[in-house]
């Protein structure tokens, strides 16, 4: 509740839980229905400064950019391996400014940085290698 107040001004936890709820059926409308799944660059941006230089295995998130109310709470996570191509890594919902600053989110950054570690280490870089990495 004191990440509801201090974060996002939310005083009844009703209030967020039922918000939640409808920014995930919209959240899921954005990443699983055509036409969204041939744009999902348009979803998917940066995590952080350091992964605008390169967008191979860039690490990302997702959210509803254009929520009417307020900012969503709500995260993707993922490694974009080319356009439009993602490995997901897992999702949270974000309290806070930044990652570390909860157990939940830090465990998510911890994900996102060994699957990108464990990708450049066995040579994926695209697509295609991924495929041929999971046919091994």
């Not at 940066?46 to 929520?67: F, G, M, V, Y």
Request: glycine share 2%; net charge negative; with cysteine.
């Amino acid at each position: 509740m004191e990440d509801l107040k201090s974060f996002f001004h939310i005083e009844r936890l009703d209030e967020a839980v039922n918000d939640t709820f409808e920014d995930a059926e919209a959240l899921q409308e954005l990443v699983l229905e055509v036409p969204y799944t041939e744009h999902l660059d348009e979803l998917f941006k940066p995590l952080d400064i350091t992964d605008t230089r390169a967008r191979e295995l860039s690490r990302e998130k997702a959210r509803n950019w254009n929520r009417d109310r307020h900012a969503s709470r709500l995260r993707i996570y993922g490694i974009r391996l080319e356009p439009n191509v993602y490995i997901v890594t897992g999702g949270a919902i974000k309290l806070t400014r930044t990652m570390p600053e909860r157990e939940h989110t830090a465990l998510e950054l911890q994900k996102l940085n060994r699957c990108k570690a464990f990708l450049k280490a066995n040579g994926v870089f695209d697509q295609d290698s991924f495929v041929e990495l999971t046919n091994e």
